[in-house]
């Protein structure tokens, strides 16, 4: 059964509830199609909350669950009526609502609307039960897919703003600290979080556009990790021709990243837009490079175009064929002691022409950057951000943060120095049991503003249905009474999703093969674990 068709099923028996309720008529189709069994199995509940978990909700669950959240039946009366917006269909954590109208006793059409501040809304989108095609015995027709088209896109578009409103806070902090770290108990949705915020910022709203935007770069920490993974080190060269492996300097991730943050807002504070070697120029210009530099930059690129007077140089077409061609260009500055000097020239331009691309400008618009470091505690931070401690600090933002870097006397120009630009954000994230979290520099620590993210924050985050929420808010209560454990120690709500995101319902595989296996490692070597199993165990499934 698809979606439209169980939306067809759910209409005919919202409709046939509350006509019984209202009439009594038991020689309707939506009768004896849907309400007579309930009544002979007494098992027919005419009024209730779906959405607080009121037993009604039973009747409508082969046709409740949906892509994108769940349907609640909400049926009671209004001084004695039932004809009122009191009785309505509800998608799950939000105010859209399908409401019915009506002719004396009969419902004559269906209609979506807003239920927000205790004032309901006509959304003015209604179908009359014949143009929805109810009781007619076919599968759905054309007018009540539209009809469940566009509640759907209303609840994809709901679902949006209401996440922008949840993420505004986290957003604000941000933009006011620079760094951030989300800590918090196992599966509160800390790395989830953190990307959310980055698309809000960035104004994507896949993963997918996240990482294609150019805005956005990930690493998880580890203790292997080091400086030269993460601002810069050497790295080996391919075999030459005589078998040797030499070395060269590399950027790390987030030097990298950094940069291409700073060439960004080069494009942007240029108003460039073209990529030609006059718009290279300018663009070298508002890199704040010195004068000689721009000139040989722009002078190797012009050799390699055939305008200069060596013979030597291979000659390529133009600024996109040179791009492509760099290990080439670079092979031909080591075979001939030219010490990077095409090379670096090419690097620039093929910096210049992705950070074109990622731009798309707008006026004076400077676009952020966000850098997520995932399990931040778990590397040996010191050893990684080395320098970079004094130029992550917000209040040494920009060149007034410069620093010369460990391997700066192997540059092309021994003066240079690096800085983490103004538009860069630092979201870190880290679990507050992992036993690594005491080893953290405080140094660092007083570099970013801490941000808890509790488990009863993260059911909100994650949409958690409100049954689940109970359910995980009665065993968080459990866990706090045990004197050896703590708030650290509570179940996120990440414990309740599937692989797609989506909220799980099966509580007892949830119990046996996410929670519990976990629950005992907390509970190793403590007196009378067992019992105390039996007790988490009896507060989940209370």
């Given at each position: 059964?698809?979606?439209?068709?169980?939306?067809?099923?759910?209409?005919?028996?919202?409709?046939a509830h509350?006509?019984?309720?209202?009439?009594?008529?038991?020689?309707?189709?939506?009768?004896?199609?849907?309400?007579?069994?309930?009544?002979?199995?007494?098992?027919?509940?005419?009024?209730?909350?779906?959405?607080?978990?009121?037993?009604?909700?039973?009747?409508?669950?082969?046709?409740?669950?949906?892509?994108?959240?769940?349907?609640?039946?909400?049926?009671?009366?209004?001084?004695?009526?039932?004809?009122?917006?009191?009785?309505?269909?509800?998608?799950?954590?939000?105010?859209?609502?399908v409401?019915?109208?009506?002719?004396?006793?009969?419902?004559?059409?269906?209609?979506?609307?807003?239920?927000?501040?205790?004032?309901?809304?006509?959304?003015?989108?209604?179908?009359?039960?014949?143009?929805?095609?109810?009781?007619?015995?076919?599968?759905?027709?054309?007018?009540?897919?539209?009809?469940?088209?566009?509640?759907?896109?209303?609840?994809?578009?709901?679902?949006?703003?209401?996440q922008?409103?949840?993420?505004?806070?986290?957003?604000?902090?941000?933009?006011?600290?620079?760094?951030?770290?989300?800590?918090g108990?196992?599966?509160?949705?800390?790395?989830?979080?953190a990307?959310?915020?980055?698309?809000?910022?960035?104004?994507?709203q896949?993963?997918?556009?996240?990482?294609?935007?150019?805005q956005?770069?990930?690493?998880?920490?580890?203790?292997?990790?080091?400086?030269?993974?993460?601002?810069?080190?050497?790295?080996?060269?391919?075999?030459d021709?005589?078998?040797?492996?030499?070395?060269?300097?590399?950027?790390?991730?987030?030097?990298?990243?950094?940069?291409?943050a700073?060439?960004?807002?080069?494009?942007?504070?240029?108003?460039?837009?073209?990529?030609?070697?006059?718009?290279?120029?300018?663009?070298?210009?508002?890199?704040?490079?010195?004068?000689?530099?721009?000139?040989?930059?722009?002078?190797?690129?012009?050799?390699?175009?055939?305008?200069?007077n060596?013979?030597?140089?291979?000659?390529?077409?133009?600024?996109?064929?040179?791009?492509?061609?760099?290990?080439?260009?670079?092979?031909?500055?080591?075979?001939?002691?030219?010490?990077?000097?095409?090379?670096?020239?090419?690097?620039?331009?093929?910096?210049?022409?992705?950070?074109?691309?990622?731009?798309?400008?707008?006026?004076?618009?400077?676009?952020?950057?966000?850098?997520?470091?995932?399990?931040?505690?778990r590397?040996?931070?010191?050893?990684?951000?080395?320098?970079?401690?004094?130029?992550?600090?917000?209040?040494?933002?920009?060149?007034?943060?410069?620093?010369?870097?460990?391997?700066?006397?192997?540059?092309?120009?021994?003066?240079?120095?690096?800085?983490?630009p103004?538009?860069?954000?630092?979201?870190?994230?880290?679990?507050?049991?992992?036993?690594?979290?005491?080893?953290?520099?405080?140094?660092?620590?007083?570099?970013?503003?801490?941000?808890?993210?509790?488990?009863?924050?993260?059911?909100?985050?994650?949409?958690?249905?409100?049954?689940?929420?109970?359910?995980?808010?009665?065993?968080?209560?459990?866990?706090?009474?045990?004197?050896?454990?703590?708030?650290?120690?509570?179940?996120?709500?990440?414990?309740?999703?599937d692989?797609?995101?989506?909220?799980?319902?099966?509580?007892?595989?949830?119990?046996?093969?996410?929670?519990e296996?976990?629950?005992?490692?907390?509970?190793?070597?403590?007196?009378?674990s067992?019992?105390?199993?039996?007790?988490?165990?009896?507060?989940?499934?209370?």
């Open positions: 059964m698809n979606e439209y068709e169980q939306f067809k099923h759910l209409l005919e028996y919202f409709v509350l006509e019984w309720c209202v009439n009594e008529d038991q020689n309707t189709i939506g009768y004896q199609n849907y309400i007579k069994r309930l009544i002979e199995e007494d098992n027919f509940k005419k009024t209730g909350q779906g959405y607080n978990g009121a037993k009604i909700q039973k009747q409508i669950e082969l046709w409740s669950a949906y892509d994108n959240g769940n349907i609640h039946i909400n049926i009671q009366q209004n001084f004695g009526s039932y004809q009122s917006t009191k009785s309505y269909l509800n998608w799950d954590l939000t105010g859209l609502n409401n019915a109208k009506w002719d004396d006793n009969k419902i004559t059409s269906l209609y979506l609307s807003q239920y927000d501040s205790e004032v309901s809304k006509d959304l003015e989108i209604e179908k009359s039960l014949i143009d929805l095609g109810l009781y007619d015995g076919q599968l759905p027709n054309t007018d009540l897919i539209d009809f469940f088209n566009k509640y759907n896109s209303i609840i994809v578009e709901w679902n949006i703003m209401e922008f409103k949840k993420n505004e806070p986290y957003i604000k902090l941000l933009k006011e600290a620079k760094n951030v770290i989300l800590t108990a196992p599966g509160t949705g800390k790395t989830y979080l990307k959310q915020i980055a698309k809000q910022m960035i104004g994507v896949t993963d997918e556009e996240l990482d294609e935007s150019g956005f770069n990930f690493v998880q920490f580890h203790p292997s990790y080091d400086y030269t993974d993460f601002v810069e080190g050497l790295r080996p060269t391919p075999p021709e005589n078998g040797t492996i030499g070395f060269e300097i590399k950027d790390g991730i987030f030097k990298s990243f950094c940069q291409r700073f060439g960004v807002n080069a494009i942007t504070n240029g108003k460039i837009i073209n990529f030609n070697l006059e718009e290279f120029e300018k663009y070298l210009q508002n890199l704040n490079l010195k004068n000689g530099t721009i000139y040989n930059y722009k002078n190797s690129i012009d050799k390699l175009l055939g305008n200069g060596s013979t030597k140089v291979p000659i390529y077409q133009n600024l996109e064929e040179i791009c492509d061609n760099y290990n080439d260009i670079k092979d031909f500055d080591r075979k001939n002691n030219l010490h990077n000097i095409f090379a670096s020239a090419v690097k620039k331009l093929s910096d210049f022409r992705d950070n074109l691309n990622t731009n798309n400008p707008k006026p004076n618009e400077i676009k952020p950057f966000i850098f997520i470091i995932d399990e931040i505690n590397g040996e931070i010191s050893k990684i951000f080395g320098e970079l401690f004094f130029s992550i600090d917000p209040s040494y933002r920009g060149k007034k943060g410069a620093v010369k870097t460990q391997y700066s006397n192997l540059h092309d120009d021994e003066k240079e120095v690096f800085f983490v103004e538009n860069v954000y630092i979201i870190g994230s880290m679990n507050d049991i992992d036993r690594s979290v005491e080893s953290f520099d405080f140094a660092m620590r007083r570099r970013f503003t801490w941000i808890e993210i509790s488990a009863e924050q993260s059911a909100v985050n994650m949409n958690l249905p409100n049954e689940t929420k109970s359910k995980m808010k009665k065993l968080n209560e459990q866990i706090s009474q045990f004197g050896e454990l703590n708030a650290s120690y509570h179940i996120g709500a990440a414990y309740f999703l692989s797609n995101g989506k909220a799980r319902e099966d509580y007892d595989s949830i119990w046996s093969l996410r929670i296996p976990l629950l005992n490692e907390y509970l190793r070597g403590m007196p009378d067992s019992e105390k199993i039996k007790l988490l165990k009896s507060a989940f499934t209370a």
